[in-house]
């Protein structure tokens, strides 16, 4: 797994090249190529991006022509065959890229090559994909990740750290919005957005947060949604949803959860995206939001459209550092970074003979293992259910978690009859 002499070498690969690789994989890719990873367990360690998968293999050729020396350029494969093309040429890890209903086939192929693997979000749409996962990466001594950036947001870091220290005290009810502007659903996802809906694409992030953060055993999904501007009024595509779910904590309370996503916002919304948040607890309030912690700034001939009157410059951003060296940095790459170096304490933290001990500890890191997944998967798979009854007009249907018919069972109203979307436990 390393290369000639004492130089520690992790391979990676990549699965897609949208926009996502563009704002926070590419960036990651050309810095680590730069200056290494290091951390004191492993020492310097090199990580090249040697190989990148996708289906016409466009994009990729492109940024190879125009900016390739960056990374030290790659191999690029196309068509359905990339995957298996790229795993053989030997990597370690790999980052899945790709819109979120073609994760479970990439990731499995993956895995199968046993390849570390970290995917966006959400991993994968059904617990039973999750599942086949999870063992997977189980059976050949890998690790399996998934992409929660924010996560590393200062905001939520901040307020998980006074939860996780008892000072604010039991949550009672919170709200999440999160809306995307119409070049997400029109232009970057045009190609994938038929038949999905943004809260499967976003909420999933505020899924995890909550789930992460404040424990609990997940009860009960429901949801609804508006189209008509994305797809037809009646299709499977959707405009904005609004889901919520209920939590129970250990002292047998609950806690109601309504996270409402769209992306049908306007393109001259003065901020990328808006996004906020709002958790009740016993003996405080936490309130973020995205602009209004922010900067404004205004320029003639360029914004809101080619540069946004509110930045998020914790995300990701540009800047020319004091010393005068250009830099790209924020939450979005450092969980990428973050995932490297697991990889690289797994692989170069110590003698092999205690690698399987290594292993088991980045598996416990609950933040982004796969098998913490579940209730944020199951929320995703109750959620999809729910809005494609919905478009067959069939609303108002509730996912009950763990009931006594199983895990994730879906109820009619006006029915008897109940749909086991997956029989395990969750």
């Not at 038949?195 to 009960?220: Q, S, W």
């Not at 990701?316 to 005068?324: D, G, M, S, Y």
């Amino acid at each position: 797994m390393s290369s000639a002499g004492n130089e520690k070498t992790l391979k990676a690969g990549l699965v897609g090249f949208g926009m996502i690789v563009d704002e926070t994989y590419r960036p990651f890719f050309e810095t680590v190529h730069e200056t290494a990873l290091y951390q004191r367990s492993t020492g310097p360690v090199e990580v090249s991006l040697d190989a990148v998968a996708t289906r016409t293999g466009s994009r990729a050729e492109k940024y190879l022509a125009e900016r390739g020396d960056k990374v030290g350029g790659f191999q690029s494969f196309a068509g359905e065959n990339a995957i298996e093309e790229m795993t053989s040429t030997g990597l370690n890890f790999a980052c899945v890229a790709s819109p979120d209903d073609r994760h479970f086939d990439s990731c499995k192929r993956l895995l199968e090559a046993g390849t570390h693997l970290i995917v966006e979000k959400p991993s994968v749409l059904k617990l039973q994909e999750l599942d086949e996962l999870v063992a997977l990466a189980d059976k050949n001594n890998v690790t399996a990740k998934v992409v929660y950036h924010k996560l590393f947001d200062p905001d939520h870091k901040k307020m998980r750290t006074l939860v996780y220290d008892n000072i604010l005290k039991h949550v009672n009810s919170g709200y999440c919005s999160l809306l995307e502007p119409k070049a997400i659903s029109g232009k970057q996802f045009a190609q994938w957005i038929t038949g999905r809906n943004p809260g499967t694409y976003v909420a999933v992030h505020y899924i995890k947060l909550i789930d992460y953060t404040f424990g609990g055993k997940l009860k009960t999904v429901t949801a609804t949604g508006q189209r008509g501007l994305v797809g037809d009024k009646d299709g499977p595509t959707w405009d904005s949803c609004q889901l919520r779910m209920i939590y129970e904590y250990d002292s047998g309370r609950e806690a109601a959860f309504d996270i409402h996503t769209s992306w049908v916002t306007p393109d001259n919304f003065p901020g990328y995206v808006e996004q906020e948040v709002s958790f009740r607890f016993d003996n405080g309030l936490w309130n973020g939001h995205s602009r209004k912690r922010g900067v404004e700034c205004t320029v003639e001939e360029k914004t809101p459209f080619e540069l946004k009157n509110s930045m998020n410059n914790h995300f990701n951003a540009t800047f020319i550092e004091p010393w005068n060296e250009r830099s790209q940095r924020g939450y979005g790459i450092e969980v990428i970074e973050q995932f490297a170096k697991e990889v690289a304490e797994i692989e170069f933290g110590g003698p092999e003979s205690e690698r399987q001990a290594r292993l088991e500890k980045i598996r416990s890191l609950g933040y982004n293992d796969l098998s913490a997944d579940r209730q944020t998967v199951a929320t995703v798979q109750a959620l999809e259910a729910i809005l494609e009854h919905q478009a067959a007009g069939d609303p108002d249907c509730v996912v009950r978690v763990n009931d006594e018919k199983g895990g994730l069972v879906l109820y009619r109203p006006g029915s008897d009859e109940a749909e086991v979307l997956y029989d395990g436990t969750v």
